[in-house]
């Protein structure tokens, strides 16, 4: 560290990705009120400009904080993105959602100081942080009974660390929900969907829409696009 602190390591490296972060953001606020962005391509490149401080701090983090350069199994993690942080698209203020994927369920002192510090991090520089460590087959086992849980799987995208892990995951993931399940999950899916619309007020006639959760809204069209994604396996 150049015969630096590493508080004051770290606090200039905070420095860094709270200006990066912010001058990225408002460059591309600028570039959507001046109408050179749409709102799905604002939204992607919201998911875009996280994805290059996220991956930048898991690098720092496992290249200057801590490091296992030849990992053994329990010291195997890979990062990856799931909801709508996975999907890549992301509205201004909206929650980071984060899989740290771990190899081994007792984890390792190496995996717990890698997400600890990036944790803090990005809390640090004022993100709203969902996350959750879990083995591949913790994963499974809590997709099987709760499918929040499984249609966040679905979203799921590799950011950086051990790609083959979260590559196995993905396969893993795939050949468990395939066979008779997807008319159960169209259903539950379909049942979910009913229920909000009688929260919302059961209209798509209102003065004052929830243009997310209202009937007719965005989150109808996520149920179609993971439906689709749960019997075709096609993100497209």
Sequence with gaps: NGGHD?????????????????????????????????????ARLISSIHDDIITALFDYTTTHIVRAPNPTASERIALCAVGGYGRGEMAPHSDVDLLFLIADKK??????????????????????????????????????????????LLDMRFISGDAALADDLYSAFRGSIQGSRGRAYIATKLEERDKRHEREGNSRYVIEPNIKEGKGGLRDLHVLYWIALYLENAKD
């Excluded at 508080?7 to 709270?18: I, W």
């Excluded at 984890?107 to 100081?113: D, K, L, V």
């Design 107 to 152: 984890g390792s002192a190496f995996t717990e100081s890698v997400t600890e510090f990036v944790l803090y991090m990005l809390w640090d520089l004022g993100l709203k942080v969902g996350h959750s460590t879990r083995t591949i087959d913790q994963c499974l086992k809590l997709a099987k009974d709760d499918q929040t849980i499984l249609t966040a």
């Design 6 to 42: 590493g508080s004051n390591d770290r606090a200039a490296v905070l420095t860094l990705f709270k200006d990066t972060l912010s001058t990225a953001i408002e460059t591309a606020r600028k570039r959507f009120d001046m109408g050179r962005l749409g709102g799905l391509e604002m």
